[in-house]
């Protein structure tokens, strides 16, 4: 059994990957289920299998091999590793609950002036886009967010008000996003 294959540089990817899936699933060549293609995103899927079906040694009916992207093999990988599959909320999922984690972390300081032009969600979102981004960036790289000291001398209001509370913001964050079961995509990796 062959772990990994080679197509040489001067061939057809997806043409010389559907020759070696034919080659190797032999006689049989209409089961191919027992194969596992990892690309680096979905498309080239799409021209495996329009390959695949016309392929001169392929018979009908044919079962495919199990084509999946990278992501989806390392979003698998961590549910074995977890023992349980963990949901992946869209972005504008992360940004409300970045919000509310948000509101909490400004309701704990009494004093601040600034609570309520926080409290509109659509003020929000885009600071809450590069949160969510900040996070997952910071996740990869195995960083823990801090509360940044006195950034009002360097950014706006605004700007000032969330670095302040960037390390308790995202303490929040992490903490609803394990009651919930979640996980974002920086998380996973």
Not at 29 to 39: E, G
Not at 76 to 92: I, N
Not at 138 to 159: G, M, N, S
Request: net charge negative; glycine share 6%; hydrophobic share 45%.
């Amino acid at each position: 059994m062959r772990a990994i294959e080679l197509i040489p540089w001067d061939q057809d990817l997806i043409s010389g990957l559907a020759d070696m899936l034919v080659q190797d699933a032999g006689a049989s060549a209409s089961d191919m289920s027992s194969h596992l293609v990892v690309f680096p995103h979905r498309r080239p899927a799409r021209y495996l299998m329009h390959s695949l079906t016309r392929h001169p040694g392929v018979t009908t009916p044919l079962l495919p091999p199990e084509i999946v992207s990278i992501s989806e093999l390392f979003q698998r990988l961590g549910t074995m590793a977890h023992g349980r599959p963990k949901g992946l909320p869209t972005l504008l999922d992360r940004t409300a609950l970045l919000h509310d984690c948000l509101l909490k972390a400004l309701a704990r300081d009494k004093n601040d002036g600034g609570f309520a032009a926080w409290s509109e969600a659509r003020f929000f979102y885009p600071w809450g886009v590069r949160l969510a981004s900040l996070y997952d960036e910071l996740c990869r790289h195995l960083i823990p967010p801090q509360d940044i000291a006195y950034p009002e001398e360097y950014v706006e209001p605004a700007a000032a008000q969330i670095l302040s509370r960037l390390g308790r913001i995202f303490s929040l964050f992490q903490k609803a996003l394990e009651e919930r079961n979640w996980a974002t995509p920086g998380s996973l990796v």
